[in-house]
């Protein structure tokens, strides 16, 4: 394709001028890419294919028309509208540009180089046979992209969102390794993280933006640390570019062109508003940790009434509606109760959507079961099998079922909120946990001063305890406070509380708080949680791990790298922007400079905050100025840095003397956004790793990561999108494709002089009917032609074909480009376009498009068409089909939960899933549409579990067969109706 051609020249390109000295472009700045990714140009002719059947055709076309008209007109930057070649150079046809005819273009030059290896790699291609160990080895060296990705530290921490739109702190090599699964020559493995999300810049404010890949690939570069004056640091190869601040926009830069004292972009507040978590279901939470923890614990189901009863009735019922939809009595017939009984649990059911009220039938109900009503019934049934009653003398009787036999189905339950969760001696507590203060601030006595751990006891068996330490008496009353309000039983010593129960120690697993003191972590939830919450978090957290310094400075300790990012993001939610870190021994210390709602420091608001405007920025504006007065009252600033207030100040003494600046109105924005600079104070080379790593975010191509948060860029991208290429030229683009025009209608023009008619175009091929002319005219023609094409162009001939069809837009919905079928001497049938706009066509339907094209193609028989069509319909009406042709065939490409929009294969899965077979990412989905209510999708079936009899005809005809064979047959004039009237013969037999 011709996106792979590009950036694979990209490479050559850049990989050539290393190796003659040249100076290589820089990378296009941000919003240069942005620009570029706007402009529009005309591309490509195309003339609309003339509708029907063309008999006797010929198809021709350029080879590579576009690197060969880049290397005839010597098209490249350099050559771009020379002052040598003013009146002379190649004119742009329709356009006002010309190329250089005396020096040779570097970029041209180059192109024609990749050219002839490729057509001599092409020419050695058509001599092996397709499939052959060498045809593989040189179709792979023609394809081959080499990549020159330059990527990230293993151990620097990242900004993610998982696909529960949880923000998470993960080291890039432990997220990347999780998805690496495919790899390509050169050593460049790659995964897709489904779901994910990082944290990444667009324009001046933060987002999560979803991640397209992440890549992982050998380092053979050197790797530097950048640490800034904030005290925040990373570690990236030489070549991969962080950002920083020119002229008003963002620009990448490549870590090997900063020095110390350079300014880069870091995030100094995040406005995003990440979704807020009011409960979170422990059951959920269960299944997706360590299945060791989960073996034992055991769920408690309140005992209402005859609960047991009431589910085992309930299960009769659903299962008799399972069947058919049905009258009341029946339903009482079929479950064995009576209908007053049957009456009153349907309005529960229906209450609870399980059951619906399909209609009224003279004056009586027919109710039918749903979906989740089928799914509930999953539920009874473990629930029947397996729960046992509890008799507790203090207490009510309790049903108690292992956890285990719950998993998948306790979702389909009625409602969970009176559940328990816990081992059989132990604590349980309830299965909806509720974000609280209390939770809050457990949560924050655990991340500063708990310890969790799991041991063998005594007996041989498993304990689990978690302490949290304290000096002072409140403090430890509140610790003791907050464990009990969640159910855990704790104990409360001089100088630490316990907590010696499972549920405490699967709580902190769960929140992902972290084990030592290395591991430490903010939860997730509390990114997750509104300001006042977090707020309870960073209260606890600070009687443990906060000092205030001489009344000014709040400040953290801590040992883990998780927990100073964490806290960085986390205060950087809640507004505060004045954050530094230093790292002493073996701890880091988190500065916070401003106060915090529940500790004032003095004179915060009149302390400069460490963001504030590098006087690079506007050492400019005061030379332009030049005034002595404006050295005397902001000359400092050449050297130093300024406050956002004196800048406000010299943006007004500036724009009364020069009027109104846009550039200084860009920094402006700079600080209501969510970015600031930040000075570099050390770039040192430090030791290379094996692997490095890379993200690749969608429509930004940056991401936020190393200590303390810096916006780093995704380097490969500009070697890969063609608008961040650097040799990217709109002229040079223009004129290539203004040429293309040029030529490909030139062609037009010629041959219909030379008595041939042309029927269709499409940017390089040209469809041409011989009529009264031979196959011999057109070789001619081509020969004459070709000699007359300038430089290396080239025009053949593709093939001929016997006849035709060409479906103009319009007539066939749908939006592929290109719609034909031709027929060749052999009885080849090349079809575009017609088969590939559906991916769901069963066996059936693209057997009876093949057989309807081939009886007009190769037989001109169009009645036989039509006859067929109904042939196919009667069948299948007497089902006289094989069931395999019937089945539908769609591969699944995420994680199952992820599918918003709920098309047949996904609820086929679905199915797969109840029926106990596993289904993921990658399972290619064979199902069925069966007759009986609700939609299309609800009606789809796995294969496995479906037969003939069930299977729903009309949907067949109408949505398939109907549809394929019209694609082609409403252009000669055939409607619906005439393919679904019986013939007179069938008429007569039926
Ligand atoms: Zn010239």
């Known amino acids: ?60 076309d350029f080879a590579s028309l576009y690197p060969t008209i880049i290397a005839t007109y010597n ?117 897709i993280p489904h779901g994910f ?67 880069i972009v870091v995030p100094k507040k995040l406005s995003y508003n990440v979704k807020t978590i009011k409960s979170i279901n422990l059951l959920e939470e269960l299944e997706r940790i360590d299945k060791e923890l989960i073996k034992d614990l055991l769920v408690e189901i309140p005992c209402k009434g005859k609960y047991r009863l009431v589910l085992l009735n309930r299960l009769r019922i659903l299962e008799a509606l399972r069947k058919s939809d049905m009258f009341i009595k029946d339903i009482s017939r079929a479950s064995g109760l009576s209908v007053s009984a049957v009456s009153k649990h349907l309005k529960r059911l229906e209450k609870l959507k399980y059951v619906k009220l399909l209609r009224h039938t003279n004056g009586r109900k027919i109710y039918s079961i749903t979906e989740s009503g089928i799914k509930h019934m999953l539920f009874l049934k473990v629930f029947l099998k397996f729960a046992h009653y509890h008799f507790n003398p203090n207490k009510r009787g309790v049903y108690l079922i292992p956890f285990e036999k719950l998993k998948g189905v306790h979702k389909y339950a009625e409602n969970v909120s009176s559940w ?3 081992p059989i001696n132990g604590v349980r507590i309830p299965v909806v946990l509720k974000v ?88 997730w939830i509390v990114f997750s949680s509104p300001n006042e919450l977090k707020n309870e978090f960073l209260k606890a957290y600070f009687l443990g791990d906060g000092h205030v310094l001489k009344e000014r400075i709040i400040f953290f300790t801590t040992a883990s790298k998780f927990l100073v990012n964490g806290l960085t993001l986390l205060l950087q939610q809640m507004g505060i922007k004045g954050i530094r870190i230093s790292k002493e021994k073996n701890y880091y210390r988190i500065k916070v400079l401003e ?43 050449k050297r130093y840095c300024v406050s956002w207030r004196k800048f406000r100040e010299f943006v007004n003494y500036y724009e009364s003397l020069r009027g109104y600046s846009p550039e200084l109105r860009k920094i402006f924005a700079l600080n209501h956004g969510d970015l600031a600079l930040d000075k570099i104070k050390e770039k040192k080379l430090i030791d290379s790793v094996d692997y490095v790593y890379d993200l690749s975010v969608e429509g930004t191509e940056n991401f936020v990561g190393g200590l303390g948060l810096v916006c780093l860029h995704n380097s490969s991208y500009g070697y890969y999108a063609f608008p961040a290429s650097k040799w990217y030229s709109k002229e040079c683009a223009e004129s290539t494709a203004a040429w293309g025009r040029y030529w490909i209608k030139k062609i037009e023009s010629e041959a219909e002089e030379n008595g041939f008619k042309v029927i269709y175009i499409d940017t390089d091929s040209c469809f041409i009917k011989l009529g009264n002319k031979t196959k011999e005219d057109i070789l001619k023609f081509l020969e004459e032609t070709n000699k007359k094409l300038p430089g290396i162009m080239r025009i053949d001939l593709e093939d001929f074909y016997v006849r035709g069809i060409f479906i103009p837009r319009g007539i066939a919905p749908g939006t592929a480009k290109k719609r034909y079928a031709l027929l060749d001497e052999k009885g080849y049938l090349k079809i575009r376009g017609l088969e590939k706009v559906r991916r769901d066509w069963s066996e ?23 006859s067929y069509v109904r042939e196919v319909i009667q069948k299948l009406k007497k089902l006289d089909v094989n069931l395999r042709d019937l089945v539908i065939y769609e591969q699944i490409t995420k ?56 299977v729903d005809v009309d949907y067949y005809i109408t949505n398939q067969v109907l549809p394929a064979a019209l694609r082609v047959l409403r252009v000669l004039g055939v409607d619906e109706k005439q393919l679904l009237t019986p013939s007179g013969l069938d008429r007569f037999f039926t």
């Open 1 to 60: 394709s011709r996106m792979t051609y590009s950036q694979l020249v990209e490479w050559y390109y850049t990989k050539k001028a290393k190796e003659t000295n040249r100076i290589i472009p820089n990378q296009p700045k941000f919003d240069e890419i942005q620009r570029r990714r706007r402009l529009t140009y005309v591309g490509g002719y195309v003339k609309e294919p003339e509708a029907g059947i063309h008999e006797n055709l010929a198809v021709i």
């Open 844 to 866: 059936l339907a693209k057997r009876t498009q093949e057989k309807v094209l081939r009886l007009i193609l190769e037989k001109k028989d169009l009645k036989g068409a039509i």
């Open 197 to 263: 999300k990082a944290l990444c810049f667009d324009g001046f404010n933060l987002c999560f933006r979803k991640i397209n890949r992440c890549i992982r690939h050998k380092c053979s570069s050197r790797m530097y640390k950048l640490v800034l004056a904030s005290g925040r640091s990373v570690r990236v190869t030489e070549d991969h570019s962080v950002f920083t601040f020119v002229d008003g926009n963002i620009v990448p830069v490549a870590v090997s062109e900063l020095k110390a004292g350079d300014y």
């Open 595 to 637: 106060s915090l709602p529940f500790v004032k420091v003095k004179n915060a608001e009149r302390r400069v905050t460490p963001f504030v405007i590098p006087g690079f920025l506007i050492k400019n504006f005061l030379k332009d100025l030049g005034n002595r007065e404006a050295y005397r009252k902001f000359g400092y600033a």
């Open 420 to 422: 328990k969760v816990g």
């Open 436 to 523: 609280t203060p209390q939770l809050m601030r457990f949560l924050g006595y655990y991340v500063s001063e708990g310890h969790s751990r799991m041991f063998k006891n005594r007996n041989g068996g498993m304990s689990y305890d978690i302490t949290l330490f304290n000096n002072r008496r409140k403090i430890l009353e509140d610790m003791f406070e907050c464990a009990r309000s969640l159910s855990l039983n704790p104990v409360m010593k001089n100088r630490y509380v316990k907590i010696s129960n499972k549920m405490a120690y699967i709580l902190i697993e769960i929140l992902k708080c972290g084990k030592n003191s290395y591991e430490k972590k903010v939860p």
């Open 895 to 950: 994680p199952l939960e992820e599918y918003k929009q709920i098309s047949p294969h996904v609820i086929a899965a679905r199915k797969l899933l109840n029926y106990g077979i596993p289904v993921g990412p990658g399972s290619v989905i064979g199902f069925v549409i069966t007759k009986g209510s609700g939609s299309i999708s609800q009606r789809a079936e796995p294969v496995e579990f479906v037969d003939l009899k069930s």
């Open 75 to 191: 098209i490249s930057t350099e050559t771009l509208n020379c002052q040598c070649c003013k009146d002379d150079g190649y004119r742009v046809p329709g356009l006002l540009y010309w190329f250089c005819k005396k020096k040779q273009g570097f970029e041209s030059e180059i192109i024609k180089e990749l050219l002839f290896r490729r057509w001599k790699l092409k020419k050695k291609l058509k001599e092996l046979p397709k499939g052959s160990h060498e045809y593989v080895v040189l179709n792979a060296k023609q394809l081959a992209l080499k990549t020159v990705a330059n990527s990230l530290h293993p151990d620097e921490l990242v900004v993610l969102m998982d696909p529960n739109e949880r923000v998470k702190l993960m080291k890039i090599g432990e997220f990347v390794d999780k998805f690496v699964k495919y790899k390509n020559k050169n050593g460049y493995e790659y995964g």
